[in-house]
């Protein structure tokens, strides 16, 4: 499972942390990412890192928002600083995540945790 952490209300310019950590039975976990969904849009990509520690953003978050991993944790980080009205969603945490060594890779959704900035 997937277990996101850290959404809450802060003002316009504010600064979040949402953690995400994978749990279970794991034996490999490739590309980890953020996704929200704001209400009546559809989900869009936040931001994704690859097990190297590669990062790419969506354009709407480039150069407010970063995110890392810790691979020992087993758990995805995203920072997101000067937060506008337009970033309030609910943001999913999303990895590809091997069971077993003789299992494929398998894509996990978190359960959500909704961030609101108020102007």
């Known amino acids: 499972q997937l277990q996101a952490s850290g959404g809450g209300l802060v003002q316009a310019g504010g600064s979040l942390r949402l953690s995400c950590a994978a749990s279970?039975?794991?034996?490999?976990?490739?590309?980890m990412g953020w996704y929200r969904q704001a209400p009546g849009k559809q989900r869009e990509l936040v931001a994704g890192?690859?097990?190297?520690?590669?990062?790419s953003y969506g354009e709407s978050v480039r150069g407010r928002f970063t995110i890392s991993r810790d691979n020992a944790k087993k758990t995805v980080y995203l920072q997101m600083n000067s937060l506008k009205p337009e970033d309030t969603a609910v943001y999913y945490c999303?990895?590809?995540?091997?069971?077993?060594?003789?299992?494929?890779?398998?894509?996990?959704w978190g359960q959500g945790t909704l961030v609101t900035v108020s102007s």
């Open positions: 999303n990895a590809d995540i091997s069971r077993a060594f003789w299992s494929d890779m398998q894509n996990y």
């Open positions: 890192i690859t097990r190297g520690g590669s990062a």
């Open positions: 279970g039975s794991i034996f490999a976990i490739n590309a």
